[in-house]
Antibody, heavy 121, light 113 residues
Framework: EVQLLESGGDSVQPGGSLRLSCAGS????????MSWVRQAPGKGLEWVSL????????YYADSVKGRFTISRDNSKNTLFLQMNSLRVEDTAVYYC??????????????WGQGTLVTVSS | DIVMTQSPDSLAVSLGERATINCKSS????????????LAWYQQKPRQPPTVLIY???TRESGVPDRFSGSGSGTDFTLTISSLQAEDVAVYYC?????????FGGGTKVEIK
């Protein structure tokens, strides 16, 4: 059974940093691209970032480019999102999602339960 | 960036009736070499993460009831629920994976009339 378990969400002040993690199990983690998708309270889905299966290429939404860094450790089946210079508008539930392929050109077939990030003074 | 526009924002349908959700992309998401539309539909029930219903615009995910169907090509797509059930109350999103940044539609909330 495929499982994605996010952790690391917390309440931080504007300008602060957080590191999210997503532990994958039940599939060959190193074979699939992985992504972060967020959802602000009461709002729709917003894609944040994606990393290729090998980790060789990364992609970002303009809203987080230069502030967030996606990475993965295929030896530990874990996806990360380093979030710096956090803003109030980054407040959201952050979902980890598994792609059906090795790069961005694939849909997402499994999602974690999400971890809440709150940015507030 | 490819902008995904869904309509309507919400709809109320009687149990057993048809629900139709539209999704329009600002650029074609049809990849000519393989003739595939890079378009997926997701369902999100309250307080749950999204789940995939349809990918490649019309391929139903394993385990998804056959009352859900996807159609369309190029820039215009439709998700149809042929006979609405109570458990289908949710928000539905389309998403393109043709190019980055990946983009979602704004969502369509489906309720029971």
């Amino acid at each position: 059974e495929v499982q994605l378990l996010e952790s690391g969400g917390d309440s931080v002040q504007p300008g602060g940093s957080l590191r999210l993690s997503c532990a994958g199990s039940g599939f060959t983690f190193s074979s699939y691209a992985m992504s972060w998708v967020r959802q602000a309270p009461g709002k729709g889905l917003e894609w944040v970032s994606l990393i290729r299966s090998s980790g060789g290429s990364t992609y970002y939404a303009d809203s987080v480019k230069g502030r967030f860094t996606i990475s993965r450790d295929n030896s530990k089946n874990t996806l990360f999102l380093q979030m710096n210079s956090l803003r109030v508008e980054d407040t959201a539930v952050y979902y980890c999602a598994k792609a059906t392929g090795s790069d961005y050109d694939a849909s997402f077939d499994y999602w974690g339960q999400g971890t809440l990030v709150t940015v507030s003074s | 960036d490819i902008v995904m526009t869904q309509s309507p924002d919400s709809l109320a349908v009687s149990l057993g009736e048809r629900a139709t959700i539209n999704c329009k992309s600002s650029q074609s998401v049809l990849h000519s070499p393989n003739n595939k539309n890079y378009l997926a539909w997701y369902q999100q029930k309250p307080r749950q993460p999204p789940t995939v219903l349809i990918y490649w615009a019309s391929t139903r995910e394993s385990g998804v009831p056959d009352r859900f169907s996807g159609s369309g090509s190029g820039t215009d797509f439709t998700l149809t629920i042929s006979s609405l059930q109570a458990e289908d109350v949710a928000v539905y999103y389309c998403q393109q994976y043709y190019s980055t940044p990946l983009t979602f539609g704004g969502g369509t909330k489906v309720e029971i009339k």
